[in-house]
């Protein structure tokens, strides 16, 4: 099925420790983005790609940075994890210039930090 | 910077009641603004949205909302609230300028009682 695919679902790390989480999109979307959900908060932009070749900073960039591999791929890299960092992440995509598109979200990534 | 509020972060209704929603956001040009659902455990999924056209918009699963624009708002509604529309409810904006990045706002908890 077309959609946003995000692997691992579910990962525990230790702080200190790193990891990449990977988003993958086949519906030939422009624009890719990584948010993350916290209690209380609401979906935080994290970083996002308008188009392949380009990343940019949203709300809350400090402790990751991004890739946009080609097209498709746009990962989240924490390079030294932090219990601050626990949180469900979500990565988007959309059609960049098409009026009213909405956003298809992944099913997110549940990450503790321990 | 654009901001969306939802005043109500917890609501409990029972079944067949009426839903109203608020929210309202800070930006003052040309907007687009959606009505997102999450239900327990899963992603996001787009109830509606509004970008031009009728200021009254349906969504699905009966759900709709209206835009006043001179009061910033576009709160969703139901006539009558099912138990499975428990969930968590999200309002949204497009910003119109660089990157499309789509603003949260804080969600609201909607328990449905039998």
């Known amino acids: 099925n077309a959609g946003v695919t995000q692997t691992p679902k579910f990962q525990v790390l230790k702080t200190g420790q790193s990891m990449t989480l990977q988003c993958a999109q086949d519906?030939?979307?422009?624009?890719m983005y990584w948010y993350r959900q916290d209690p209380g908060m609401g979906l935080r932009l994290i970083y996002y790609s308008a188009s392949e070749g380009t990343t940019d900073k949203g709300e809350v960039p400090n402790g990751y940075n991004v890739s946009r591999l080609n097209k498709r791929e746009f990962s989240l890299r924490l390079e030294s994890a932090a219990p601050s960092q626990t949180s469900v992440y979500f990565c988007?995509?959309?059609?960049?210039?098409?009026?009213?598109?909405?956003?298809?979200f992944g099913s997110g990534t549940r990450l503790t930090v321990v | 910077a654009q901001s969306v509020s939802q005043h109500n972060h917890h609501v409990i209704l029972s079944e067949a009641a009426s839903l109203e929603l608020g929210c309202n956001y800070s930006?003052?040009?040309?907007?687009?603004l959606f009505w997102y659902v999450q239900y327990p455990g899963q992603h996001l999924q787009l109830l509606l949205k509004?970008?031009?056209?009728?200021?009254l918009v349906k969504g699905i699963k009966g759900f709709e909302a209206e835009f006043i624009k001179s009061k910033f708002s576009f709160n969703l509604r139901k006539p009558s609230v099912q138990w499975s529309d428990t969930a968590e409810y999200f309002c949204?904006?497009?910003?119109?300028?660089?990157?499309?990045?789509?603003?949260f706002g804080t969600g609201t908890q909607l328990k449905v009682e039998l």
């Open positions: 519906m030939n979307h422009n624009s």
């Open positions: 949204a904006v497009i910003s119109t300028g660089g990157g499309n990045k789509l603003t």
């Open positions: 988007a995509s959309r059609r960049q210039g098409e009026v009213g598109s909405g956003y298809t």
């Open positions: 509004y970008f031009s056209g009728d200021p």
């Open positions: 930006y003052g040009g040309t907007v687009n």
